[in-house]
Every structure is written in structure tokens, then in C-alpha cells.
């Protein structure tokens, strides 16, 4: 009997021992595994990392785009009149030569339409200033090659050099841009 006793602890105690390796066992195979998954994890992680930054990325340039976008739109609308109003300024001098004919005698046909063009030529100025279109005054002042464009040279020992001494077209200016250059005669 004893010797029963001893086989069923000697059974017994290798049955906990190959528990115990087998648990062991498991253990490892999962150390293992976790050890294999590990990297895969690591790649996981930075890839998850990767495409977050490309969509940050990607936000911030589509928020980029559309400040442009809306920068853009702003101005063409700021400035979308800007042509009609050039094709305004040629009509204004034409009127200003009739308008500063010579004409003594007030009382002739010539007086008549002389008065009719002052008033064509003061509604087109003033709509030109509705619109924000101001001349620029170049006469006696230092000359500018980003608004004044010089056409001829000219000696007066009176003025400064580099003085604007007469004008010959009219420049203007449409809200903050320039829409046509003056053409001066500039003081040598």
C-alpha cells in the first residue's frame, strides 16, 4: 500500500510538473508571440502615425487653399470694375481738350455745346469718384516713376530737377491701384 501511496504522490508530483511546464510553455509560446506581434505593433503604430500627420497635413492645406481662394475672390470683386473705368478715362480727355478750347464769345453756337460738354464731362468725374477713382496731382510735385511716366525733359532753372513740370495725359488711381500712369514732362 504504500508502495501505492508512493506511485500515486511520485503520479501526482509528476503530474504537477508537467503542469508547471506545460504552463510554462504556454507562457513562453505567448512571450513569443507577443514578442513576434511586438514589431508589428511598433510598424502599426508608426503607420497610424504617419497617416494621422498626412490628414493634419492635409487639412491644413485644404484650409490653406481656400484662404487663397477666398483672398483671391475678394480681390477681383474689389477691382472687377476696373476696365469700364479705364475705358472712361480716353472719353474724360476728350472732354477736358473741348472743354478748354479757346471761346471768347459765350453768346455763339460753339458756347452752347462747350457748356453742354462741362456738364457731360463733370457727370462722368463724378462717377468716376463714386467708384473711387481719383486723379493723381503730379504738377510741381518730385517725379515718381511708379505713377508718372516721363515723356519729355525739360530746363527750368526755377524748379527742383526731377520736378514734374507739365502734364500731358492725366493718371489715375482706382481705390489702392494704379489704373493709368501720368505722362509728364520733368524738370532736368
Same mark, same amino acid.
Given at each position: 500500500?504504500?508502495?501505492?501511496?508512493?506511485k500515486h504522490k511520485h503520479n501526482k508530483k509528476e503530474n504537477s510538473e508537467v503542469k508547471d511546464n506545460n504552463i510554462n510553455k504556454e507562457?513562453?509560446?505567448?512571450?513569443?508571440?507577443?514578442?513576434?506581434?511586438?514589431?508589428? +505593433?511598433?510598424? $502599426?503604430?508608426?503607420?497610424?502615425?504617419? $497617416?494621422?500627420?498626412?490628414?493634419?497635413?492635409s487639412q491644413a492645406e485644404l484650409i490653406n487653399y481656400k484662404k487663397r481662394? @477666398?483672398?483671391?475672390?475678394?480681390? #477681383?470683386? !474689389? &477691382?472687377?470694375?476696373?476696365?469700364?473705368?479705364?475705358?472712361?478715362?480716353?472719353? $474724360?480727355?476728350?472732354?477736358?481738350?473741348? =472743354?478748354? %478750347?479757346?471761346?471768347?464769345?459765350?453768346?455763339?453756337?460753339?458756347?452752347? *455745346?462747350?457748356?453742354?460738354?462741362? $456738364? %457731360? &464731362?463733370?457727370? #462722368?468725374? +463724378?462717377?468716376?469718384? !463714386?467708384?473711387?477713382?481719383?486723379?493723381? @496731382?503730379?504738377?510741381?510735385?518730385? *517725379?515718381?516713376?511708379? =505713377?508718372?511716366?516721363?515723356?519729355? %525733359? /525739360?530746363? +527750368?532753372?526755377? !524748379?527742383?530737377? /526731377?520736378?514734374?513740370?507739365? =502734364?500731358?495725359? !492725366?493718371? &489715375?488711381?482706382?481705390?489702392?491701384?494704379?489704373?493709368?500712369?501720368?505722362?509728364?514732362?520733368?524738370?532736368?
Amino acid at each position: 500500500m504504500e508502495n501505492k501511496n508512493e506511485k500515486h504522490k511520485h503520479n501526482k508530483k509528476e503530474n504537477s510538473e508537467v503542469k508547471d511546464n506545460n504552463i510554462n510553455k504556454e507562457e513562453e509560446i505567448k512571450e513569443e508571440c507577443s514578442q513576434e506581434e511586438h514589431p508589428e +505593433d511598433e510598424l $502599426l503604430a508608426k503607420r497610424i502615425k504617419e $497617416l494621422e500627420n498626412n490628414l493634419l497635413r492635409s487639412q491644413a492645406e485644404l484650409i490653406n487653399y481656400k484662404k487663397r481662394k @477666398d483672398e483671391e475672390t475678394d480681390r #477681383i470683386i !474689389k &477691382y472687377a470694375n476696373e476696365d469700364i473705368l479705364k475705358g472712361f478715362l480716353p472719353i $474724360l480727355d476728350n472732354f477736358e481738350r473741348a =472743354i478748354n %478750347m479757346d471761346d471768347n464769345n459765350m453768346e455763339d453756337e460753339v458756347s452752347k *455745346f462747350l457748356e453742354g460738354f462741362k $456738364l %457731360m &464731362y463733370n457727370q #462722368i468725374k +463724378d462717377l468716376l469718384a !463714386k467708384f473711387e477713382v481719383k486723379e493723381i @496731382d503730379a504738377l510741381g510735385k518730385p *517725379f515718381d516713376p511708379s =505713377i508718372h511716366q516721363a515723356v519729355v %525733359m /525739360g530746363k +527750368d532753372e526755377t !524748379k527742383e530737377p /526731377g520736378t514734374v513740370l507739365e =502734364i500731358f495725359q !492725366k493718371g &489715375y488711381m482706382y481705390k489702392d491701384r494704379l489704373l493709368r500712369v501720368a505722362m509728364v514732362k520733368v524738370n532736368e
